[in-house]
T-cell receptor, first 113, second 114 residues
């Protein structure tokens, strides 16, 4: 089982709709969870972090964490064409005296005007 | 402006050649990282460093080497032992190394084999 799994997509949503991106992780000791946005040919940009169960909202973005189900999601409200990108889920856990950040392969989102 | 600078943006390697990718940060961050990204794949950790003069292997360190002689700089050398070096290389840094520390990335170097 992969440590961090995401549906590769592409996920297509119409402009103005809610985009829902999902991520599951295998290690129960995972402590911190991050969502990065990556445009084609560019570097990842941090958009959300979440550390405890529940929802965290920042503008049009909401991150949701359920540690019991080992599931983290990102909702994008009022999706815009500029949101079209690959979204990477990253999970941090402790191990061998350090904290390792493990990335999923990403979900490609396409927002259709 | 504070940030992470990677150079060059594009790099070509000949067979048997070692090449070095530069990473400089002026964020006063303690921790620095190198990741490799292949098309359609997630990021994989090559090496990381928590403090000057100390670094640790990541998941795919074979064929790579690093140094951390200055806090601001963390160059990556892709040696001839790395048989499949074509990838997008990303340098990152974080203020510290705790569970909530966020990573920030440079603009990346695309390495290709001639």
């Amino acid at each position: 089982q992969k440590e961090v799994e995401q549906n590769s997509g592409p996920l297509s949503v119409p402009e103005g709709a809610i985009a829902s991106l999902n991520c599951t992780y295998s290690d129960r000791v995972s402590q911190s969870f991050f969502w990065y946005r990556q445009y084609s040919g560019k570097s990842p940009e941090l958009i959300m972090s979440i550390y405890s169960n529940g929802d965290k909202e920042d503008g049009r973005f909401t991150a949701q964490l359920n540690k019991a189900s080992q599931y983290v999601s990102l909702l994008i409200r009022d999706s815009q064409p500029s949101d079209s990108a690959t979204y990477l889920c990253a999970v941090k856990k402790s191990g061998a005296g350090s904290y390792q950040l493990t990335f999923g392969k990403g979900t490609k989102l396409s927002v259709i005007p | 402006d504070g940030g992470i600078t990677q150079s060059p943006k594009y790099l070509f390697r000949k067979e048997g050649q070692n090449v070095t990718l530069s990473c400089e940060q002026n964020l006063n961050h303690d921790a620095m990282y190198w990741y490799r990204q292949d098309p359609g794949q997630g990021l994989r950790l090559i090496y990381y460093s928590q403090i000057v003069n100390d670094f640790q292997k990541g998941d795919i360190a074979e064929g790579y080497s690093v140094s951390r002689e200055k806090k601001e700089s963390f160059p990556l050398t892709v040696t001839s032992a790395q048989k499949n070096p074509t990838a997008f290389y990303l340098c990152a840094s974080s203020l510290g190394f705790g569970p909530k520390e966020k990573l920030f990335f440079g603009s990346g170097t695309q390495l290709s084999v001639l």
